[in-house]
């Protein structure tokens, strides 16, 4: 493995983009790859709790290939795809020609360029794993989001169980960044899962923040035993 893509501080919004720029063609491959495509499932129950409806305004913060704001426009919600990097928002521009009630803005999820109080949903998927600081990420999801409106986030867990948390780490540190050596073009891409969880926190940490910041209805649910993680959340 040539090099680490986790860096911490000032540089980690470059880092991150120069690893998503040159993955963003097998992006989608990869993800059904490494998740059985599991994720696709994953991502339908972010979806069912989130809502959409015609009516709706979603959001979907890091939208990468644009998979959740895809689905978000699907049930009806007229949706904004937000994500900084390039050639991601190409691939989701790409894959939503001819589809309705959607557009892809380039911007930074720690600073969305949305007023106060402006979407009904708002949802996130792997995405503030790789934030320089999770926490202004979630505080701008909660800031844009219309009282009564839902915040929806989908990311890595950490499993109580220590036995399959060794399995699940020994997975993520060992056969990921294989496949994502021989089908995705890039080892340390892939190594970069493990080592931006192992600065994330784990599910309960995350809940405790969303009610820091006033969230009602936080609900947390356990995918695959704890492997992945559902946050639910509603602004008063
Ligand atoms: C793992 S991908 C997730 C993509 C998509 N949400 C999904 O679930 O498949 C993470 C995405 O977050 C984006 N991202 C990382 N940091 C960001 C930031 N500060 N602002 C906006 N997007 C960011 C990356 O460009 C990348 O597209």
Known sequence: MS???YVPGRQR???VNELFAGIARRYDLLNDLQS?????????????????????RALDVCCGTGDLALALARGGA???????????????AARSQGSEGIRFVRGDAQRLPFGDNSFDIVTVGYGLRNLASWEAGLGEMQRVARPGGRLAVLDFGKPDNPLWRGLYFGYLRRLVPLL?????????????????LAHYPAQQVLAVRMRQLGLAKVGVMNLL?????????EKE
């Open 3 to 5: 090099q680490s893509y």
């Open 13 to 15: 919004a470059a880092k």
């Open 36 to 56: 059985l495509r599991l994720h696709r499932r994953w991502k339908r129950r972010l979806i069912q709790l989130a809502g959409p409806r015609p009516g709706r």
């Open 78 to 92: 007229e949706t904004v795809g937000l994500d900084f990097s390039e050639a991601m928002l190409e691939v989701a």
């Open 180 to 196: 994502g050596g021989v089908f995705g073009g890039s080892a340390s891409a892939y190594a970069y899962i493990h080592e931006s």
């Open 225 to 233: 035993g704890g492997v992945m993680a559902i946050h639910c959340a």
